[in-house]
Structure formats: structure tokens, C-alpha cells
């Protein structure tokens, strides 16, 4: 009868301590992935700015239409991975008295937002022509 | 009591092989919690050294866009394109743009400093009107950012790293002053340009070319190369008399041992691209003026020349 109950103690332990051990990994390893995909999303937002900062497209927002700067937004978005969801906003400012003003906010989804952990990543830009400012905020989520 | 002896001894060695390999199992367990929290953190640093570099590039590249000045370094060549005069008020514009960054850019976890070349905190607006090629100290600026006089000097010792450098001035403002017979040789040099000889110290290989978009002038006798240590210049008149514009060049001795370029001028504009040849592809093209973007965590942050 003690023997048993013993066995039964030492068992039970056994699998509590299991239970434990294997929620602690799962637990680990499903944030690993995670992490190392937010540092990925970080990476494709920094290096999408950059290039359409350096190809001028920021900078093309400031001198023309809304409707334009939506249309060229969206063709570079396209560019984006597949698995990738996205909107930009681009928030341009210019000096007015003392303060520094919204003059033209364009905001662009690629694809709806759906609750998803998203990254942000931010670029700002300057038009000698227009003494201008703007600023783009790009959010990226997998899909 | 045998039977007994022998479950007994069993269960000691039940209970040790047990506390054994749960022993193990946790200490697994410590070791790679601990390697995750490992890589995590490096994971960490890794996207704020990414965010911070991002942060630097970006803002560098915009002190090229509010000065007006573009560069390009490609292979053995450097390039700068400059508009002159100022078409806008560039400190003003520099002001503007480092309240914008306070406002917009930064954010409690990173600061943006500007230092000067002695590692002092300097507001955007002193940002020095020089761009200099490095290690070779040539200089390349203007009295200030009005851009009302441009100055390209080098000192004597680092001409042999020179290999040619090409000045041309495009979309003169006014044009040349008319002339129905129009002859650029007859624009003439005082004291007279002083071709590289046998007994020339400090020669280089300097083209310039000027033009208003209808006609231009290419000096001819720079071709020769120009004897550095004598001072020449040139006055291209533009425009109507009465107008009262000019651009003036002068080559050569411009300090003790500086020498090279200089052009100024009066109630005109102009577009001016500066080539420098060099014997190297180991140089550097900077404002001297160093951007340094913190990260208040990990004591993280990048510090280079603009």
C-alpha cells in the first residue's frame, strides 16, 4: 500500500515536472520566431523608405497632386513581399509664422489592417525646392 | 527480509536515477532559457543598431538636400554639384530642419546630436559651409551659406593625389555680355596665366569650362596645366553694361601654402560642377561637422562624419 502510494507520488511528480519542462520550450520556442521576424519586418521597412526616398518618390510628393502621390505610393508598395501587409502615411510640413504645420497629410493602405503585431518604421525627407519637410511612417505585418 | 533488502535497494537507485535526470532536465532548462534571453538581447541590439543606423544615414543625406549641395564619390572621382548664390536662406533652412527633428524625429529612446571636429555639441545652424575630401584636406567652401564666393583649396603637400580637377559653370546668369564678335580666347587672364614649365614646383591639371547655355567658353591654356604658385585671374564680364555683372576667376596662390581656386562674382547666378580625379579610391567626401544619433539603452549610438 505505501509502496503504491509512493510509485503513484513519484509518477505524478514526474509528469507535473514534464508538464512544465515542455510548456517552459514551447513557450520559448514559439517567441524566438517572433522576434527574429519582427527584426525581418524592421529590415524590409527600412530598406522600402530608403529606396523610395533615394528614387525621389518622397520628395515628388511634395509638388504634386494627392491623387499622384497615392498612385505612386501604391505602384512602390507593390514591391513589397507577398506575405507583407502595409500602409504608409506621409505627414508633410512647412514653416508657418513660428510653428511648423501639416500642410498635406497622404495616408495609403496597401492592404486593411487586421489586428495583426505590426512594426513601424519612420523616414524624413526635405525639399530644398518647396522648403519643405516631410515625414513617412510605413507599418508592416505578416499577413 | 532479503525480498525487502532487495526492493529497498531498488528504490534508493529508482529515486537517484530520477533526481538525476530531473536535475538534468532543469538544468537544460536553465541553460537555454538563459541562451534565449542571450538572443534575445543580441536580437534587440541587433534592431536598435539597425534603427540607429537607419536614424544617421537619414539625416546625413538630408544635410546634403537643406545645404543645396550634392555628392558623389565613384571610384577614383568626386563630384560635387553646388548652385550659386544660395537660392534660399540655407541657415534658416538648417534651423528649421533641426526643430523638425526635435519635434518629429526623436524620440525618449534616441537623441540626435551634431558635434563639431573637436567633439562639441553644436547647434545644426554652425554647421561649418565646407565639404572636405578627406585625408587630402581639400577644401572645398564659402565665406558663408550665402554661397557668395566659392574657394577650393588644397595645400601644396597633397597635389601629387591630385590627378586633374575639372570645373564647369553652366546656366550663367546673365548671359555673356554681347558681343557681336563673340571670341572667348580674347578673355584674358591678369597677370598673365602661367603654364606648368621645367621649373614649375607645384603643376596640376585643372579644365575649366564656362557657359551661359548659348555660348561657352573652355580655357584652353589650363590645359598645359597651371603653375600653381603664380596667381592668375580672369573677369567674364555678363550681361548689359549697366547691369553690372561678372564672374571672376582666379587660380593659383590664394594663401601662404594654399592654393587652387577661386570664384566670385557679382549680380549673377550659376550652376557649378566640381570634379576632382584622384589618384586613390581611399578618400572620403564629408561635411566636417560629425551627426551623432544615442540610444539611451544598451549605450548604443553612431558617431561619423556627415
Known amino acids: 500500500m505505501k509502496k503504491a502510494f509512493v510509485l503513484t507520488l513519484d509518477a505524478l511528480t514526474a509528469v507535473v515536472l514534464l508538464g512544465l519542462f515542455l510548456t517552459a520550450m514551447s513557450m520559448e520556442m514559439n517567441q524566438t520566431p517572433q ?9 524590409i521597412g527600412q530598406d522600402f523608405l530608403t529606396s523610395i526616398d533615394k528614387g525621389g518618390i518622397l520628395k515628388g510628393l511634395l509638388s504634386q497632386s494627392i491623387v499622384q502621390s497615392e498612385q505612386d505610393l501604391l505602384e512602390n508598395m507593390r514591391h513589397l513581399p507577398a506575405n507583407v501587409g502595409a500602409n504608409i502615411t506621409v505627414i508633410i510640413y512647412a514653416e508657418q509664422g513660428q510653428d511648423l504645420v501639416i500642410v498635406n497629410p497622404i495616408e495609403m493602405p496597401f492592404v486593411e489592417y ?19 519637410f516631410g515625414i513617412a511612417y510605413l507599418n508592416l505585418w505578416y499577413l | 527480509m532479503k525480498i525487502i533488502k532487495k526492493v529497498g535497494s531498488r528504490g534508493v537507485l529508482y529515486t537517484i536515477t530520477t533526481a538525476l535526470i530531473i536535475a538534468s532536465l532543469m538544468a537544460l532548462m536553465s541553460d537555454y532559457s538563459t541562451r534565449q534571453a542571450d ?13 540607429i543606423a537607419h536614424i544617421w544615414e537619414d539625416i546625413a543625406e538630408d544635410i546634403y538636400d537643406v545645404t543645396n549641395i550634392s555628392v558623389e564619390k565613384n571610384g577614383t572621382n568626386a563630384t560635387i554639384y553646388d548652385y550659386l548664390p544660395a537660392e534660399y536662406d540655407i541657415q534658416s533652412f538648417l534651423i528649421l ?38 585625408p587630402f584636406n581639400i577644401r572645398y567652401h564659402y565665406p558663408d ?54 621649373s614649375t614646383i607645384n603643376c596640376l591639371d585643372l579644365r575649366l569650362q564656362f557657359s551661359d547655355g548659348v555660348r561657352t567658353w573652355i580655357c584652353h591654356e589650363c590645359e598645359m596645366g597651371f603653375d600653381a604658385d603664380h596667381k592668375s585671374s580672369l573677369i ?37 560642377r566640381t570634379d576632382f580625379h584622384l589618384n586613390t579610391t581611399e578618400f572620403y567626401i564629408n561635411h566636417i561637422s560629425k551627426l551623432r544619433v544615442n540610444a539611451t539603452t544598451f549605450k548604443m549610438y553612431k558617431e561619423d562624419w556627415i
Not at chain 2, 538572443?39 to 534603427?51: F, I, P
Open chain 1, 35 to 43: 522576434r527574429t521576424e519582427t527584426a525581418f519586418l524592421q529590415k
Open chain 1, 114 to 132: 487586421a489586428g495583426q503585431d505590426t512594426v513601424r518604421t519612420i523616414r524624413v525627407f526635405v525639399s530644398e525646392e518647396e522648403l519643405q
Open chain 2, 39 to 51: 538572443e534575445s538581447t543580441q536580437l534587440t541590439k541587433l534592431m536598435l543598431g539597425s534603427k
Open chain 2, 97 to 134: 530642419y533641426s526643430r523638425f527633428l526635435v519635434e518629429f524625429y526623436e524620440t525618449p529612446d534616441i537623441s540626435i546630436e551634431f558635434l563639431d571636429t573637436g567633439g562639441g555639441d553644436i547647434p545644426l545652424e554652425d554647421l561649418p559651409p565646407m565639404i572636405m575630401i578627406l
Open chain 2, 145 to 198: 551659406y550665402g554661397k557668395r564666393e566659392l574657394r577650393i583649396e588644397v595645400h601644396t603637400e597633397n597635389f601629387t593625389a591630385i590627378e586633374r580637377i575639372t570645373i564647369n559653370v553652366s546656366e550663367i546668369y546673365p548671359l555673356f555680355r554681347y558681343d557681336p564678335n563673340f571670341q572667348p580666347e580674347k578673355f584674358n587672364w591678369a597677370p598673365a596665366f602661367q603654364p606648368c614649365g621645367m
Open chain 2, 236 to 272: 567674364i564680364n555678363l550681361g548689359i553694361e549697366e547691369a553690372n555683372s561678372w564672374i571672376q576667376i582666379t587660380l593659383g596662390k590664394l594663401g601662404l601654402e594654399e592654393r587652387l581656386v577661386m570664384v566670385e562674382f557679382l549680380n549673377s547666378n550659376m550652376t557649378v
